[in-house]
């Protein structure tokens, strides 16, 4: 009966987790290098996507490289140029794969739904990725411009490039997983399982 109690109690922490690993933040677009880093200027660079799944945002980032000692701004936008959120991020910012990133409050985005990123501020900017992936939770569609002096600004133009012809990089941003109803359910099941099990255990 103990090994019993003791497998389940196993398989209830594996899947949990297993649970906190899927939840966990993952850039949008990762490579390994650049072929140039480029003279900022006021433009807002990033890029539009799609949500392949229902993700929550919750990092917006600029390329380190081009972060200096003023703050460089980052703004994520819907479709229609509704700025959803925005951040700063300074050099003492968090870095992670060449991009400085601050922390928000999670804004869900909805399968099928195009969205932009970009970034203002910055000293300099990125141009032809070496090795660059996407997050299988969205798709790269295209880069995504505006040009309005040192504020943020939706950036609905664009030069139609991708990621294999030198697409330009300011801003990225790092999602994670939404919660399927059925994973929340499974979790909740289980925590009094494992309180019966501990309390066996001390009784």
Known sequence: MVSMKTSITSIFLTFSLSFGIAQADTPAISFNSLAGNLSGSNWNLGFEFQANSNVDVTKLGSLTAGVSSSPVEIGLWDSSGNLLASASVTKSSPVLNQFSYAAITPVELKAGSDYYVA??????????????????????????????GSSLAFPFKSNNFNLSNAGIFGANLQISAVPEAQEWAMMLLGLPLVGWVVRRKQS
Do not use: E, F, H, L
Not at 128 to 142: E, V
């Open 119 to 148: 970034s203002v501020g910055y000293t300099n900017y990125g141009a032809g990725a070496i090795g660059a992936t996407t997050a299988p939770q969205i798709t790269y569609i295209k880069d995504a411009w505006n040009y309005n």
